[in-house]
Every structure is written in C-alpha cells, then in structure tokens.
C-alpha cells in the first residue's frame, strides 16, 4: 500500500523538515496552477516519471517553468531513449497515478528502483512546493531538506541544470 499523506507528513516530521501545506481543488497541469501558486511563495514543480527503452524509470521534478528536453536527455543518464511511463508501473514503483506525480512518491519507492532526477533551478529557491501524493493540495519545504527527503529514502538524486540540455 502507497503511504497515506499523514504518514508522509509524519516521516517528514521524523526528520525535522518543516513543511507547510496549502489544501487546494486538484491541479493536473502546470497552467491550472497558476492562480494557486501565485498566492505561495517559492519555486512551483512539474514532475514526470519515465521509462527509458531498457526498462528502467526516472522521476525528474523541475521547475514548472523549465523546458525538458526528453529526447535529448538519455546521453547525459546514460540510458536508452526517454518516454513517458506508463500508469501501471507508476503505480507499482511510486504509488501514484497520473497527475500526482510528486518528490514525495519516491518514498514509496522502497527498493529504488527509480533513479530521482532534480532540477538544479530548484537549489535558487528557498521553499519548493510539491503535491503532498495527491494533486488537491501543495506542501511547501525548503530546497535543501527537499535533498535531505530524497537521501533519506534511498534516493540520492543526480542534480541536472537543464539549461544546458541541447
């Protein structure tokens, strides 16, 4: 079973992240955000989950404003091509169905078997906001204890400017 908010929020609370967070109707996309996220202060996340042509996943979460270049990335991972993942090995790796795609779905990733991909524009702000694993609200954390969730899951995430992805 996928952990419920309240334990996410508990496992945060374990390791003395601050974290706050704003109850909202559910966002699917970056533009239908917009108003919500105007009103909250810090860097505002677009996530998606991949597959590459070899089998295995990456979660990359970037700014919403950051334009990804998915077929251009797998030289840099040192993968195969680049697609997007499917919803039955989302559920199965991260616990989440499209559009709830979050940082802290890694948490469900238990046997890490999806490789964490961060945007390197995160690191300039000091709050970052993702969905709490589901899209109806926004829990704010600061840049640096979003790295310090992802190691303590098992997930030590590969930091990507993709500004420079050409």
């Known amino acids: 079973m996928p952990?419920?908010?309240q334990e996410l929020f508990d496992y945060l609370d374990k390791l003395n992240i601050p974290h706050t967070t704003h109850n909202h109707a559910p966002i699917f996309t970056v533009e239908e955000g917009a108003d919500i996220k105007a009103s909250m202060p810090?860097?505002?996340?677009?996530?998606l989950f991949l597959k590459d042509k070899?089998?295995?996943f990456f979660l990359i979460c970037?700014?919403?404003e950051t334009p990804i270049r998915i077929n251009k990335l797998h030289p840099i991972l040192g993968c195969k091509r680049l697609s997007f993942g499917k919803p039955e090995p989302l559920l199965e790796h991260l616990g989440m169905t499209p559009g709830s795609v979050t940082l802290f779905s890694v948490?469900?990733?238990t046997d890490s078997n999806v490789t964490l991909i961060l945007d390197a524009a995160l690191l300039?702000?000091?709050?970052v906001n993702f969905h709490p694993l589901l899209n109806d609200a926004t829990t704010a954390i600061s840049s640096t204890d979003m790295i310090a969730f992802a190691k303590?899951?098992?997930?030590?995430?590969?930091?990507?400017?993709?500004?420079?992805?050409?």
């Open 107 to 109: 948490l469900n990733d």
């Open 42 to 47: 810090g860097g505002h996340t677009k996530n």
């Open 152 to 166: 303590a899951t098992g997930h030590d995430p590969i930091i990507l400017d993709f500004a420079t992805v050409e």
């Open 62 to 64: 970037a700014l919403g």
């Open 124 to 127: 300039n702000h000091d709050i």
């Open 54 to 56: 070899a089998g295995r």
């Open 3 to 5: 952990v419920t908010r």
